[in-house]
């Protein structure tokens, strides 16, 4: 995954490797109503994120999203602990959000070291070099 991070780039190669793609759309979805939410289609995943809001705020929402489908949460699941979310909270949301929160925050830290790449690189000596300096520590 290149720096800086784009959420969008992480699903899609998270998609790659499920072997299930995963899409992202701005949608004016109604308000009152969710954030982002994802679609689910025979071949792949849709998320769409509210279209009117600060760019920050859909990276979260995107992130939370994908927090679903990385915890493997099922559409049931998910569309249950929404409804006990706005209730009193669920071990759904909770961990969706601290997966997103776990995801930005590293995007944080990495965004501010030019030159680093995460994930595979072709150089052997590379990826040793960066799987034991302080720059991978915290993937490790
Ligand atoms: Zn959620």
Redesign the pocket.
């Known amino acids: 995954v290149a720096l800086p991070l784009e959420v969008e780039d992480l699903g899609r190669r998270f998609g790659e490797y499920r072997g299930r793609a995963i899409h992202f759309a701005p949608f004016a979805i109604p308000v009152p109503g969710p954030y982002a939410l994802t679609w689910v289609e025979p071949d792949c995943e849709v998320i769409l994120y509210q279209l009117h809001a600060p760019a920050p705020a859909q990276r979260h929402y995107k992130a ?1 999203e994908l927090g ?1 489908l990385i915890a493997g949460h099922t559409p049931e699941e ?1 569309t249950a ?2 409804s006990e979310y706005r209730a009193r909270g669920s071990a759904i ?1 909770r961990e ?1 959000e601290a997966i997103a929160s776990i995801i930005l925050e590293w995007a944080l830290v990495f965004d501010d070291l030019p030159g680093i790449t995460l994930g595979l690189t072709v150089d052997p000596v590379s990826r040793v070099e960066s799987a034991v300096t302080l720059h991978r520590r915290g993937w490790l």
């Open positions: 939370h679903h998910v602990g929404h949301e969706a």
